[in-house]
């Protein structure tokens, strides 16, 4: 052990990543590999935001902006949040951070001390667990079920309030299960909050990617929920962005103040350049978040049935771009049919297992490539299993 890692802060401590290491190690030794893994559009950004972007650098924006962000991106995207969702927030509560992970970090600094205990909605992003770790808390999974589609259960959530439960993490649509909680629930969380005093920390990355008849509803719409609730989003996934890192966290006025040195502390400012590009992703046309909104929509509409005649089941998600597969009638736990499926198919998903789940039954199929790439994969997997089953 080196002299460093011997003096680590306790806050530091052990976390995983070693088996999507391990994946990606993998895949980028095969050729023709199809991947279904990561959470990342295989459409490229839209043209007019690249453009947008290519403009600004000509235009000299190359230097430091505020610490919450330009002022015309944190005006459009208060104007998106009210006309998308309802939430009445105004430039002044937007802090625009590098991606909605550099959000994830900031509230949770701000709101997290050692001991406090935060609950997530489960399986899960699992940025949340570490994020709340760094910060000394503990954070607590709600587990949500396949046989109920993985929605979240107020129940669930009301079994796991203590003394020491400060924060309710709201994923909907949720990662890796594709779950919208629905409006009648988002009310109950909202009573369970203001009943039990508990803040809420709204991740609404994928909010813009539901399929009918779900709904979306943002919690900070509620009567007395806007005091209590921070809401994230960002344009990773809506506008195909991953690359850009542009999140932005949306907060009473005073808490953006208090915010707003950490946020400085952190990275300064989000890269200059990724906000202009953001901001012409929100005030330039919409159609290609359309036209990639329908392309995932035809993709979830072919791997459903498809999934199921091949012999598996899964929650059927309300949104965002994912299939929460059970694969356990491979026979196969499923970290070790994902890396067999990758070596022997290349056929690249994640198990469950990188999500937090205890449970070995669950793959994560992002359906992030296009439709005739999903049914060649669908084929390999439909092999594979064949040839694994006991
Ligand atoms: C639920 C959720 N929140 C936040 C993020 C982070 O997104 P980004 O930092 O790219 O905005 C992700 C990425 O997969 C996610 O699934």
């Not at 900031?106 to 909605?121: N, P």
């Not at 259960?153 to 400060?166: G, L, Q």
């Amino acid at each position: 052990m080196s002299l460093l890692t011997g003096r680590l802060a306790p806050r530091i401590v052990e976390e995983d990543g070693s088996f999507r290491t391990r994946m990606l190690g993998i895949a980028a030794g095969m050729k023709d590999v199809i991947a279904l893994g990561r959470g990342d559009p295989d459409f490229h950004t839209p043209k007019h935001i690249v453009d947008a972007a290519k403009a600004a650098l000509d235009a000299n924006a190359h230097h430091y902006t505020g610490p919450t962000g330009l002022p015309e991106l944190r005006q459009a995207i208060a104007q998106d949040l009210k006309s998308s969702y309802g939430l009445d927030y105004n430039a002044g509560n937007i802090v625009v951070t590098a991606g909605v992970q550099e959000s994830i970090m900031l509230a949770m600094l701000a709101l997290v001390e050692a001991g406090d205990e935060v609950l997530i909605t489960s399986p899960r992003f699992t940025t949340y667990d570490t994020a709340v770790r760094l910060c000394g808390g503990v954070p607590v999974p709600v587990p949500t079920f396949e046989a109920k589609d993985f929605a979240l259960d107020p129940a669930e959530i009301r079994k796991r309030i203590t003394r020491r439960t400060k924060v309710f993490v709201l994923v909907s649509p949720n990662n890796p299960t594709g779950a919208v909680t629905p409006p009648a629930v988002i009310r109950q969380i909202a009573d369970l909050a203001i009943k039990h005093d508990l803040l809420i920390i709204a991740d609404e990355i994928y909010a813009k990617m539901l399929y009918a008849p779900n709904e979306h509803l943002s919690i900070a719409t509620l009567p007395g929920m806007k005091e209590r609730t921070i809401t994230l989003n960002g344009f990773s996934k809506t506008y195909a962005m991953t690359g850009w890192r542009v999140g932005y966290l949306a907060a009473p006025l005073d808490f953006v103040e208090k915010v707003t040195e950490p946020r400085h502390t952190l990275s300064i400012n989000t890269c200059t350049v990724s906000q202009h590009a953001a901001l012409a992703a929100l005030t330039g046309p919409q159609d290609a978040l359309h036209a990639m909104l329908a392309e995932y929509a035809e993709r979830r509409a072919w791997l459903m049935p498809a999934l199921t005649d091949a012999g598996f089941t899964f929650g059927h998600p309300g949104g965002a771009f994912y299939i929460y597969t059970n694969v356990a009638y491979s026979g196969l736990p499923a970290p070790l049919f994902c890396e067999r499926l990758l070596k022997e198919t290349g056929v690249m998903v994640f198990p469950g297992t990188m999500f937090g789940d205890d449970s070995t039954d669950y793959i994560r199929i992002s359906y992030l490539q296009p439709l005739e790439r999903i049914k060649v994969a669908m084929d390999r997997i439909r092999g594979f299993t064949r040839g694994v089953r006991p």
